[in-house]
């Protein structure tokens, strides 16, 4: 299971990077070094954190224009982890992200502002079949570096909010003193590691090639 969703994220990346504008760095997600998470309040006490194992993504960053940077992410829903399996075999189920006709959700900017130090990243959120706009408030990316395995990286975070009945996750109970088992709204949580994407060799030049 892991080694096809690992093809899966190469292959997704390798697509990603194709389509990225020619004027910006490319970067991958370092998905050893990078999490992407999400909270929601329980019983309406506490909040349950939990994160996805499995994802992919591709960033590409104009630093001349930030506003011109793009970021496109895939998730497996199927590696949800909330550190309690019963709960996590519960999210899987049709009740919640119904990863057996869902398995994937994605998201896809289009468009960036900035707002003060700070970046707004809007794009397309498709979650179990529904597709709307999420806007996540940006710190980064930071400068380049280079890390000691020679992979020049950078970094960034986001948080955001959607409300889970509008992709049609709307399970919900509540107790007889009156408490919501799960609030409708979720916290969107990532810390992303950016590596940036080798460089093709150029191609050379007829005078420089043998004769």
Known sequence: MVSLLSRSARAFALV????????????TLDGAHSRIGFG????????????FKAFS???????????KSTINVEVET??????????DEHLKSADFFDVSNHPKMTFKSTAV???????LVTGDLSLH?????????????????TNPWGQVVRGASATGKLNRKDFGLAWGKVTEAGAVVVAEEVSLEFELELVKAAEAPKEAKPADAKK
């Open 16 to 27: 990603a990077l194709a389509s990225l504008p020619a004027f910006a760095a490319n970067y």
């Open 40 to 51: 929601v309040k329980h019983m309406m006490v506490s909040t349950v954190k939990g994160s």
């Open 57 to 67: 993504g591709t960033v590409a960053i104009d630093d001349a224009d930030v506003t």
């Open 78 to 87: 199927a590696s949800v982890d909330t550190g309690i399996e019963k709960r």
């Open 113 to 119: 502002k900035k707002q003060g130090q700070k970046l």
């Open 129 to 145: 079949g529904v597709t709307k706009p999420v806007t996540l408030t940006v710190e980064g990316p930071t400068k380049e570096w």
